[in-house]
């Protein structure tokens, strides 16, 4: 069956230094978007970043990720954590068809 | 996200019933309810394309859903469990559907949710 799986629950980066979450997926569908989405204390989840084209790095808020279709993986990076960015982030992929499967989502932690 | 709203912001119940309200501004045609415990990603529960339900996820049936129109949705909860505490989002997305081309993948857009602390 299709799904997303996220290895780390918990990051904790400190303030300025690189961070990258995992992000790999197994899906048998041609016509395929994925996405992070960050969600803050108390907030709704929201669209961080989106891509469906292979090897297309994207880019949004300092964050990047780049589809590997022949890794099936979608990591999001960044160069250098803010402490704002400490929040919950969750790898989700969407095979069409309103049929949307998140991953069980990454804890950042970013300390000063 | 003032595109997507939900009422009311928090609800505490004991045994009462009651039904949480969404509408969307962005004219999609696809609308969720997701529910999302501590620690854990937004779950379906229910989703509505057009106004028809086509995916009714395993959920107890003290739970309603029902959709007036493509742009709102309604989730009747009756004698709540303390199970049911939990966040419950509203979302929405545009299904694109290309013919034999199948369907392009659109965003899903989450509420501003529904906090539900059962007693």
Redesign the interface.
Known sequence: GDSVTQTEGLVTVTEGLPVKLNCTYQTTYL???F?WYVQYLN?????LL?S?TDNKRTEHQGFHATLHKSSSSFHLQKSSAQLSDSALY?C?L?????N?Y????TSLTVIP | ?TKITQSPRYLILGRANKSLECEQHLGHN?M?WYKQSA????E?MF?Y?LKQL??NETVPSRFIPECPDSSKLLLHISAVDPEDSAVY?CAS?Q?NHRGT?????????????TRLTVL
């Open positions: 016509t395929i978007a996405f907030e709704a989840p929201q669209v989106k469906s969750y989700a969407n095979t069409g068809y309103q949307f998140f991953g069980k989502g | 996200n696809a969720y620690e854990k990603p937004p379906l989703l394309n086509i995916r989002f997305s299904d081309g199948g369907s392009s993948a659109e965003t899903l857009y989450f509420g501003s949710g």
